[in-house]
């Protein structure tokens, strides 16, 4: 996979593995899809999420996270060269963290280090607790609110697991950028027991979690 990507900014913090339907509204994210589509080949984005920003006029000026993970766009829902909204499908693929800036363009590009996904000290053992913790709170949830989450059968991979995880729980962004920043699935995997005891707690003490607020456990990919 190429080293320098075109970055496309999202509200969102995008794992690996996760399919998620993203609209592109501001002028820079317009570009990047058009100059794919129009490229050919894969449509190879790198997805980075945004801090915080503001637009001013036709430009958007954010401040934007380090690390991001590279996403293929499998579907564009309107034509890349209207000038209205325009509705990507973006499959995560591989973490990197930001090498250099190029906003020299009609957008930013990024020279990136690629990120190793690597297992950590205790995988299996942390993913069993992890495992033990989720399936509590998917029944908390189903039990507060409908169609709550109802999960399959999880991946045995740890890895793959701490991505899956990462992605179903409703979090804010700065909680989801530091598991994508985690070293390794044992470190990520500590961390969602963690925020999900603070979840389970936050359920107890206040019983009213919506069903909007909830991932669908499909939309997510194990590849």
Not at 19 to 39: K, Y
Not at 167 to 181: G, H, I, N, Y
């Amino acid at each position: 996979m190429d080293s320098r990507l075109p970055l496309l900014t999202v509200d969102t913090v995008i794992f690996p593995g996760l399919v998620l339907p993203i609209p592109v509204t501001d002028v820079q994210g317009r570009a990047v899809v058009r100059d794919l589509v129009e490229n050919g080949g894969e449509l190879v984005c790198g997805a980075l999420a945004v801090r915080d920003g503001y637009e001013l006029g036709e430009r958007v000026f954010r401040s934007l996270y380090g690390t991001g993970c590279a996403a293929t766009i499998s579907e564009v829902t309107v034509d890349a060269d209207d000038e209205g909204p325009i509705e990507v499908t973006l499959t995560g693929n591989r973490r990197f963290k930001v090498s250099e800036l190029d906003g020299s363009g009609d957008y930013l590009v990024a020279d990136v280090e690629w990120l190793d996904d690597e297992l950590g000290d205790d995988p299996l053992g942390t993913a069993g607790l992890a495992v033990k913790r989720f399936r509590k709170y998917a029944e908390a949830v189903s039990e507060i609110s409908r169609p709550g989450l109802h999960l399959g059968d999880l991946p045995d991979d740890p890895g793959t697991l701490s991505y899956l995880m990462s992605a179903a729980m409703k979090l804010m962004t700065p909680d989801r950028q530091k598991l994508l920043e985690a070293p390794d699935a044992t470190t990520r995997l500590a961390q969602l027991v963690g925020l999900l005891d603070s979840e389970m707690a936050a359920i107890a003490a206040l019983p009213s979690l919506p069903a909007t607020d909830l991932i669908a456990w499909s939309s997510l990919s194990p590849n």
